[in-house]
């Protein structure tokens, strides 16, 4: 994967990708939002660490959940050719889902049995939301399962989009586990439990963990390049809202009704190009204040999105490719997104022979693995990105490396299993 540079002088070379939902969340904000927002996913108290959060309900949790600190993301390959084998896996995981979210291990007494490196400590708010891909239904063609006919005409193959460098080993996925919790220990059990139990059935294809930084009470918490992430989004507390662009209605089929489409893309930063740039460049290119989080020209975080502002010359106020812009409703016929992204650092990869001289031969593998979640992707995700992956200005420090969609289906009533809507149909 190659990352585009500044040189210390000011000149560019050509930025090769394209960003979403990157400092600021303009993608997600609202046409006039009033200045008592706030953004709906961040913690707004210290809450105690054994507090669980029940896995049944009307909708899987993890997706309005208030954001949990960590978070552990997998996607599967499904091996088996039968059916019946994937409705046992789903039943095995929604009991043992249920069992992690109330802090009980799962299978003690079988052989062999639960890992046990979480004993003692509490469910720290773990969630686990489950999703299904579109090789799930249709892989080369064949419908492995006979449920091809019950697949979402929204559950789309993603087109690729300018810039994209999606590596196979990071792509795609027939299933997906989103665990999220307040301590890593307990969000990587979970998914280990899950691998565990899928032996024989499915694979691990890809994973990727996650972090948000800690952050006051009711205040916005920072990505990688240091601006506010998530000034604005779908308010988790307006059901309107909700169901108008994040839960799924009738249109989807019984077994997705209630829920929602994740889009899930792993975004590599090239920081150490980024860290170079003046501040009054970054705020530029991102069309916000580093240190307030409000936009150019304004003097709060959650004032209202306006973009109309000139300077005494009659230029925009917000650069015509800044990225608040780009993702803005007003600018995408009011498609907005619930965004639920973390940042996340894999270490330094060590490939000093591509590098210009000038750079000191050492590139974190690090950025945002953004996940959003919506009732339509053609109409949510796809809508604001088509757009933003030609004309955004972070696209000259951003590499999408991977991800997927997926089809989280709505809750479970306890006596049944996630996704026995679409198996038993």
């Known amino acids: 994967m190659s990352c585009p540079f500044h040189r210390p002088d000011g000149a560019t070379r050509r930025g090769l990708l394209a960003a979403m ?73 929604t009991e043992a889902a249920d069992k992690l979210a109330r802090g009980v291990e799962v299978g003690a007494d079988a052989d062999p049995g639960d890992s046990g490196e979480t004993a ?4 720290s708010r773990l969630t686990l939301t489950f999703g299904f891909g579109p090789t799930l239904f249709s892989r080369d063609g064949q419908d492995r399962f006979g449920i091809g006919v019950h697949r979402p005409a929204a559950l789309i193959d993603l087109p690729r989009f300018v810039g994209d460098q999606l590596v196979p080993a990071r792509t795609g996925g027939d299933l997906s586990v989103q665990a999220c919790g307040d301590d890593p220990m307990a969000t990587m059990h979970a998914v280990r439990q899950l691998m565990r139990l899928a032996y024989g059935v499915a694979t691990v294809r890809w994973v990727q963990t996650g ?33 108008r662009h994040v839960w799924v209605g009738d249109e989807g089929g019984a077994w997705m009704r209630g829920g929602s489409f994740a889009v899930v893309r792993p975004i590599r930063i090239a920081l150490e190009h980024w860290d170079r740039m003046k501040l009054s460049f970054q705020e530029q290119t991102v069309g916000r204040r580093k240190d307030s989080g409000a936009l150019i020209g304004a003097a709060q975080e959650f004032g209202p999105l306006n973009l109309d502002a000139n300077d005494s010359d009659g230029n925009p106020v917000v650069a015509e490719n800044a990225h608040v812009r780009l993702g803005a409703p007003q600018n995408n016929d009011g498609a907005q997104i619930l965004r639920r992204a973390y940042s996340y650092d894999n270490g330094i990869s060590m490939t000093a022979e591509r590098w210009p001289p000038w750079h000191q031969g050492m590139e974190l593998d690090a950025g ?58």
């Open 21 to 93: 939902g990157l400092a600021g969340a303009a993608g997600l904000a609202r046409a006039a939002p009033l200045p008592s927002d706030r953004p709906p996913l961040t913690k707004t108290d210290a809450l105690p660490a054994d507090r669980t959060l029940p896995f049944f309900g009307a909708h899987q949790n993890g997706i309005a959940t208030p954001i949990q600190a960590h978070t552990y993301f997998a996607a599967f390959d499904v091996v088996t050719d039968k059916r019946a084998d994937v409705s046992a896996l789903m039943q095995r995981w």
């Open 120 to 123: 003692g400590l509490p469910p």
């Open 211 to 243: 972090f948000i930084p800690g952050f006051a009470a009711k205040a916005t918490p920072r990505n990688l390049m240091g601006f506010k992430d998530g000034s604005f989004n779908v308010l988790t507390s307006d059901p309107v809202a909700m169901d």
């Open 368 to 425: 945002l693995l953004f996940i959003c979640y919506q009732r339509d992707p053609r109409r949510g995700f796809v809508k604001i990105f088509d757009r933003m992956s030609k004309f955004d200005m972070l696209n000259q420090f951003v590499t999408h490396v991977g991800g997927g969609l997926f089809a989280c289906p709505g809750g479970v009533q306890a006596g049944r299993y996630l996704g026995q809507a679409l198996f038993e149909a």
